[in-house]
């Protein structure tokens, strides 16, 4: 079997240790998932053949329009496609020779080089949450999310044991001017953590501000030759690129950094309403959206994204955890293994208001979902709430106790000779038990997923200690979390240049908030 | 794409069905589920070998204890086995031969053939929690169950469209002395439902009262050349088949009524603490008792059951939605298939105290790996709470919902012309949007599973109507669903006769309540 692989964080000076020998709380960050387990293939290969042909249908007859970006039309002009004002029709099979160049697996490079991730193959990197505007825990309520909050959830995402990545934009912290928040957040991400992270995507400007800092962090010539950052590039389905979305996949494919290409799909309003039609658009918009990467510079890295959700036909809301979603998820995986390019998909996904039991079997369908699909990078895989409009503190850790599940999971069924028991099973015979034999001595604390938040207790102990739920018990540990954390070191001259790189982009220009 | 294959309950008299089209409520009872996916496999080829020729050893060199029980001993020495006291020896290969009799399918008739229902194959047919001695609500909170109880689960389940079974001991009425409640459990399912049922398995001469009541409902002779009952035999691992079990099996084999041979496992108390040792202990008791069922009536239809919980190695509790529960349900389906049994397993499964997050997370876990891993009857699908020591109201409506995800997820892709959508694709073209468009409007009904009870409204709405969480929107469907419950009719002189029986065996003897 192979073990949860889990390491300590790496070691500071002797003191750092010392203190960290002293806490309550382990910090430990378990290695990215690497499945020993098949995945769910739900389409045949008549349906696959039929979707992928459907697909450079729409490339080469409908086409895709990149909106306000005169220099990628010429790109693609001079790439071979059929260009009309903005619309691009590429020819059969372009797209598909285009992208040969991706790489069909990445190292994204952490700080802490123990927490490198490698995207792609039979690996699954868990990131948080990405994009509420608003944030909630059982203390505060609904609120617009701070600085503060997105503070906080970079360290709880640094705390969380099976959390690989530390994400982007957690939240929105909207009390920051709105062009000057990406410096805070990657500031954040840099000093708070040494997870990997994700770069600024809202102008192509940012996303220059955020290699630049990378520059900073990793030293100028290994960002060049080394991807330390993914960025979430959004397709404005149907099969339309902007310019800022585009203008900033430029910045990071020139650079080297990693992109995904992720149609943002609400099916029946920005997709075909059946599962089969909206897989053809979705790889319609991905191989134009990747290829266009690999005309930017072949071999930067490039993920097939796939963001899915279904619609509520009697009130026009997205709707989560559905089997439509699942069965795009599923298919989705299968046309990425195709392309050979990483899969990114999935995630904490409901549509609740609370983190309540509709959050909860929600999520769980969609985590589930995911571990199953082939997801190679799973964003949002904590903390979702509302439809993405809610980062959840409670839920945040609740999900991220549920990450465990799928690395338990991921491993598969070992069947060596001790996972064949026998000798316990000859020990113990008819009528026994196996509590107090020899194999399960020698096993049990490797062979069970331990939850760190749900409550196993008797009745009777659960109704003396409070009769507490799962929110309650996930505010507690919330609690804990930020009550331990403590700042992975980072040298000081790194943080003064960073401080000093943002204080001068700040001064730069004015506050802006739309 | 096999749509959602729904039929509306079987049509009374002109007044029933004109009072039926007047109610809110419509009363469907979709079919049972026949799946269009692939199973997930989680075990290759070599893992099955090995863990199926363990199984072997562990019959022919441990064997297995039938207790309390010479005429079983008996019959297993004449069958081959080599008997020495209790223990019995099954020599490698006797088992698996004698299984072959039994049908890899079987049908089990409700009284409304509408509703009878196929287990087996790629089949999954869904029944209600079994068992707990207690119930909750969010009003009463946790208190002994009572038959006024029973009945009221008995009618959620009659309402519910995705259940296709009434299931057995939904609660223990515990009311009712312990040696006749059977009696009015039996009449509730077959007077308050018409759906298929399970028979009394705590004694056997309780088996011997259910297949005369079904008798009565049925006919004798329709009895004898069908089934239409479904038994729960739970084995007490490792290997001890007791006396009560086996007599109550003998008594459902010998009339043709179905068996679930089901070890009731936690993992590292009851089996191994390894996967693959809880499969090969699974496997060789499976093995026995349907072999020893087929030695009391050769073509008895037997179920391969696996009823699998982890455990808290800290407390000794038992875990639900766990990986490693997922890995042994996973691999006894496959086992299972190989054998050309059908299967049962899974259910909503969970740990918690109250129909929270934590128990919507363990319990999404649990259906949809029963769903993946090709169960056929999965008792328990819903309303299992607090380790199934409560039935719980609000979470029976909760899971029975959620029982929808698994119907949609099982149909599969469709990917006919009109699922490819490609006329829509060039109908709204880039930048458009799908909601008006032609495919969408003859499409969206049917593309979509929609909750019958889970929240999508948008925020401010969600909050002026009250703010509600699932548990309290649970609770208005509960109260909805039970003020809206039709009885379906019955012949009135099937209803005399079984009142007749019922009080005839009642006076016949003295209460018990232990």
């Known amino acids: 079997m192979a073990e949860a692989n889990t390491r300590r964080r790496a070691r500071g000076g002797g003191g750092a240790a010392r203190r960290a020998e002293r806490t309550a709380v382990r910090i430990e960050t378990a290695k990215y998932i690497e499945r020993n387990i098949p995945n769910f293939e739900i389409l045949n290969e008549e349906a696959l053949e039929i979707i992928e042909y459907n697909a450079e ?71 948080p949450v990405y994009g509420p505007p608003f944030v909630r825990d059982a203390e505060g309520g609904r609120r617009y999310a701070t600085m503060e909050d997105f503070n906080k959830f970079v360290k709880l995402a640094y705390m969380s044991k099976w959390l690989h990545h530390s994400g982007g934009t957690v939240c929105e912290p909207t009390d920051i001017p709105v062009n000057k928040r990406h410096l805070d957040m990657l500031k954040a991400h840099m000093t708070l953590s040494d997870k ?67 149609p943002f799909i609400v099916g029946g309003a920005m997709a075909p309403v059946s599962v089969a039609g909206t897989l053809t658009q979705v790889l319609a918009e ?52 195709r392309l050979n390019l990483p899969y990114r998909s999935a995630g904490s996904f409901c549509g609740s208001k609370l983190p309540d039991a509709q959050a909860a079997y929600e999520t769980a369908n969609s985590l589930n979902m995911g571990l199953m699909s082939g997801v190679n990078f799973m964003l949002h895989s904590c903390g979702w709430l509302e439809g993405g409009l809610v980062a959840d503190f409670e839920k945040f850790v609740m999900d991220a106790d549920q990450l465990g599940v799928l690395h338990g999971l991921a491993k598969g069924v070992s069947y060596d000779e001790n996972a064949q028991a026998m000798d316990a099973i000859r020990e113990v015979g008819p009528g026994g038990h196996y509590l107090g034999c020899a194999h399960t001595q020698a096993n049990f604390k490797e062979s069970f997923w331990k939850s760190d938040l749900l409550d196993y207790k008797p009745f009777e102990t659960w109704e003396e200690e409070g009769a507490r739920d799962t929110r309650t018990l996930a505010s507690a540990r919330v609690e804990h979390l930020l009550a331990n954390y403590q700042q992975p070191q980072l040298d000081p001259d790194k943080t003064a240049a960073l401080e000093a790189y943002i204080a001068e982009k700040k001064a730069s220009m004015p506050d802006a908030f739309t």
């Not at 991807?227 to 149907?238: C, D, K, R, Y």
């Not at 072949?298 to 709707?319: E, L, R």
């Open 286 to 337: 991905v191989l134009a959206g990747v290829a266009y990467s690999q005309i930017i510079r072949p071999g930067a890295p490039a993920i097939f994204g796939a963001m899915v959700t279904s619609i509520d036909m009697n009130s026009g809301a997205p709707t989560f955890g559905t089997p439509e979603a699942s069965h795009i998820t599923y298919g989705a995986g299968q046309l990425a293994r």
């Open 57 to 127: 249908t729409v490339l080469e007859e409908i086409g895709v329009n990149f909106v306000d970006n005169p220099a990628a039309l010429e790109r693609w002009r001079d790439a071979g496609a059929d260009v009309n004002g903005e619309r691009v029709r590429i020819p059969r099979g372009l797209a598909r020779e285009l992208i040969k160049t991706a790489p069909s697996q990445f190292t994204q490079h952490a700080r802490n080089p123990e927490k490198n991730v490698e995207i792609g193959g039979r690996n699954l990197v868990l990131a």
């Open 196 to 262: 990997p992270f994700m770069g600024s995507v809202t102008d192509p400007s940012r996303a220059q501000d955020s290699v630049e800092m990378c520059e900073i962090l990793f030293g100028k010539e290994f960002v060049q030759e080394n991807t330390v950052m993914t960025s979430l590039t959004n397709i404005n389905s149907p099969m339309t690129f902007d310019d800022v979305m585009m203008g900033s996949l430029e910045v990071y494919a020139r650079n080297n950094q990693a992109c995904i290409i992720s």
